[in-house]
């Protein structure tokens, strides 16, 4: 799975193996937050630096008007979101998208333990800016 072109690729494989390791052993038919835990869990044991629910203002023409929070920031590079829904829709990788952009992350990881296989996308974020945060 890794593939060098692609920029975190190493870390990706390993969230993505995180993820594979929570849907084998739990399966499909629970909350998100159970799926949430159990990936916390596994990060941990793959000895992956995260924060859980990374939360982050959110800016509208320089003014601060809320905040949201994505699953998980992964060492300080890479967002997770995840989801327990029998079908990704296309506002699911908006959603994604659209915290990689706020948070102005590269990468980033949308992963959805609902359907009978483990289903995930790798996110990049056209407007990224580096060094901004």
């Not at 995260?50 to 203002?57: A, I, K, L, W, Y």
């Not at 300080?76 to 829904?85: D, F, P």
Request: with cysteine; net charge negative.
């Amino acid at each position: 799975m890794i593939k060098p072109e692609y920029k975190y690729s190493e870390l990706t494989s390993k969230i993505i193996g995180c993820a594979m390791e929570v849907h084998n052993i739990l399966g499909n038919g629970f909350q998100e937050v159970i799926y949430q835990r159990a990936l916390a869990l596994e990060l941990e044991i793959q000895g992956l630096g995260f924060v859980r629910e990374f939360e982050m203002p959110i800016f509208y023409k320089g003014i601060s008007i809320g905040t949201r929070r994505v699953d998980f920031l992964v060492e300080n590079n890479l967002s997770v979101e995840i989801k327990a829904v029998i079908n990704l829709e296309p506002v699911h990788l908006a959603q994604a998208i659209n915290y990689l952009e706020a948070y102005n992350l590269e990468i980033g990881l949308l992963i959805n333990f609902g359907d009978v296989k483990l289903r995930f996308h790798r996110l990049e974020n056209h407007k990224w800016k580096p060094n901004s945060l």
